[in-house]
DNA sequence: TATTTTCTGGATTGTCAACTCCATTTTTGC
DNA sequence: GCAAAAATGGAGTTGACAATCCAGAAAATA
């Protein structure tokens, strides 16, 4: 049962020190690490204690249970994931960005060696069915993300530099849909072909809206 | 350890009964439609023996560990994707059939609420890294249903339907991953519009390739 | 029919992983 | 400097779940 003292933990996060705070973050990385490598459920919080070097204790000290362990990795993929595409992300405003932005997610893919899929999208699996606060935040991960790509299109359709017949909103949603289909397929096949021949196939398509 | 009976039943397939035959198909029916909803790691085996109405016992008569019963359940979702998806997918050679490809698998995605993604591409998150063998089973898959899709479109590229300077290869591979991200996207948000933007601009891109 | 093989029931075991407890040390705020 | 709060160590508990075992029923085969 909780206590309204752990309620107060979750929902208020109390005081935590700079040290609390480092080791906090330890635990949130490893957990992050290890689960984008194996999935939620091969992951043993034992697992992420060796890692982060943290007794069990200390990893019961900052997150109630496993689920709230998980949902702080969801929260901390979604800024690292936003964070790794940056500066291009918040700029893909012009056919140039969109093509660099594409070059620097094969990039990626490629450097880690296809060996796994993206950080956010390889949970929905995991978590879809049974825990609604996790999924609700995968969504929201995905919209902001969605929408970043999606600002950059409407700049452009503002612009003129995309005829009005086309509909930036639905090509955000089809790029952000071919990334995560391209880096599932890239993963299992551990290549990137799948992943560029989405991206290509949307980009080419946005550019077929050029004025 | 391994007794080379053991290795003759799961090497060869020592003879089944029709009973027994159904009573593995039940099982492996009950483990796909859980592990689809639920994920490989939230389904333990005492779950599918529930849902099967067999026992222990008649669960390890018939594969001799979890893991193989996984195995099972890809072979056995395999086919059922694929079937799912006749006779279009087997005769996608015109932009008529493709267009009608396209509306069934919305059919069938509405018709599931978005409850799970894809009963195939569902299943890489939870083996990627462990389970070579797994993972080389899902590898067949999607290039069995690559292949379907290819097949289609070269028979057009070759009928000269599709401009010379169109890959239908590419274009193929690019389908399966709008549509691989689209039920990945659409099972997270509850909704079916990633993969109708993912799979259309896909298709409008095939389009523009029309002679 | 006799005998071998396949199939089934269900209790049991062993392992592993999530989580708890309590004592102790360190840090903070007054 | 001194309470109070936060952080840490690590053994211990609990439950779930994969897998085993032994015995017996049904079915195939000769």
Known sequence: MKTSDDLNKTLYKLKLTSKGQATRNRIVEAAADLMSERGIGRTSVEDVQRLAKVSASQLYHY??????????????????????????????????????????????????????????????????????????ELVSCFAQWEAEISRGLHEMYNRGELRSESNPASLALALLTALQGGLLLSQVRREVAPLAAGLDAVLDHIRSFAT
Not at 89 to 102: M, P, V
């Open 63 to 136: 997150f109630s249970d496993k689920k709230e362990l998980v949902r702080a990795v969801i929260a901390h993929q979604t800024e690292a994931v936003l964070d790794a595409q940056q500066p291009y992300l918040s700029k893909l405003d012009s056919f140039e960005a969109l093509q660099s932005w594409r070059d620097l997610i094969i990039e990626i893919q490629t450097q880690r060696q296809c060996k796994t899929g993206c950080p956010i999208g390889s949970l929905v699996g995991e978590i879809s069915e049974t825990e609604e606060e996790a999924r609700s």
